[in-house]
């Protein structure tokens, strides 16, 4: 794999071995629901009990999940040593419970809540909020789930970094991921610019795919246990 900079950038496919359903596959979230009335701001003004029971269930869900070889072995590049960096898009934290530390999340976290009125945010790791929807504890106005949703901006510090990150890399890793939302699919173009190789990992071809330098087809928690076992990185040494 190189010594230089590592980025590896993630979405909803690297947990789906975990049995946590993608967006846009079949029998994805968004066949079930549409985004415009859960995943926007106008829809949590409109009916947030409505908002935040889609949010608790998936909380609830992402609780009862396991991490899978993918995440470990995401994990395991970073307790390599080498400069690395994980920009995820997803916010179900699997990630942080199968030991990434260094990570950015472009679309924030299930397991925080913010407040509407004075912005206070803290996590909050119960499976389940109700009654809802929460309320917060410092000045009583209503919580919303701290994640990002359509028409909102990313995070701009988590942003900046992965940003630099990907003008920076050698090796970008693209995982289970559409490629289709931006800004986060900004990324991996961006690294292309600057001159990384970048792999997608994917076991079905993406809008990104013809553009990729390499495209290995797989489920993620198949492909990259063997690319670490071909570069000699151990899995074991994560938790
Ligand atoms: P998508 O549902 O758009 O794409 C999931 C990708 O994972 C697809 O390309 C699948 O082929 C792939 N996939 C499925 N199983 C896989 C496996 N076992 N291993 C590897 N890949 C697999 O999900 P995202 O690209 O993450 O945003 O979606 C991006 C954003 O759109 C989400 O963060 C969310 C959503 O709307 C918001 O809610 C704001």
Redesign the pocket.
């Known amino acids: 794999m190189g010594r230089g900079n590592v980025l590896v950038l993630t979405?909803?496919?690297?947990s789906?071995?975990s049995g946590i359903a993608?967006?846009?596959?079949a029998g994805?979230v968004?066949e079930g629901v549409d985004?415009m009335q859960v995943?926007t701001p106008r829809a949590f003004a409109a009916d947030p009990k409505f908002v935040w029971r889609f949010y608790d269930a998936r909380r609830a869900h992402a609780a009862s999940a396991q991490p899978n070889p993918?995440h470990r072995a995401i994990a395991a590049i970073e307790a390599t040593g080498r400069p690395f960096l994980l920009a995820t898009?997803?916010?179900d934290g699997l990630h942080e419970r199968a030991g990434s530390k260094k990570l950015v999340r472009l679309?924030g976290s299930l397991w925080r809540v913010r407040c509407t009125a004075c912005a206070a945010e803290h996590e909050d790791l119960r499976p389940k909020l109700e009654p809802l929807p929460p309320h917060c504890t410092v000045c009583g106005a209503m919580l919303r789930p701290a994640?990002?949703?359509?028409e909102e901006p990313l995070p701009m510090i988590e942003f900046g970094r992965a940003q630099f990150a990907a003008r920076e890399a050698e090796l970008v890793l693209v995982?289970?991921?559409?490629?289709?939302?931006y800004p986060?699919a900004s990324l991996q173009m961006a690294a292309l610019e600057s001159g990384a190789y970048v792999v997608e990992?994917?076991?079905?071809t993406?809008s990104f795919s013809a553009e990729a330098n390499e495209h290995l087809a797989?489920?993620?928690?198949v492909v990259l246990p063997a690319l670490l076992l071909a570069a000699g990185i151990p899995m074991e040494q994560v938790v």
């Not at 993608?22 to 596959?25: E, G, K, M, Q, S």
Request: net charge negative; charged share 10%.
């Open positions: 979405g909803a496919g690297v789906r071995e993608t967006f846009r596959d994805g968004w985004p995943a993918a898009q997803n916010v679309h994640v990002v949703w359509f995982v289970g991921t559409s490629s289709l939302v986060a990992i994917n076991p079905e993406t797989g489920p993620a928690g």
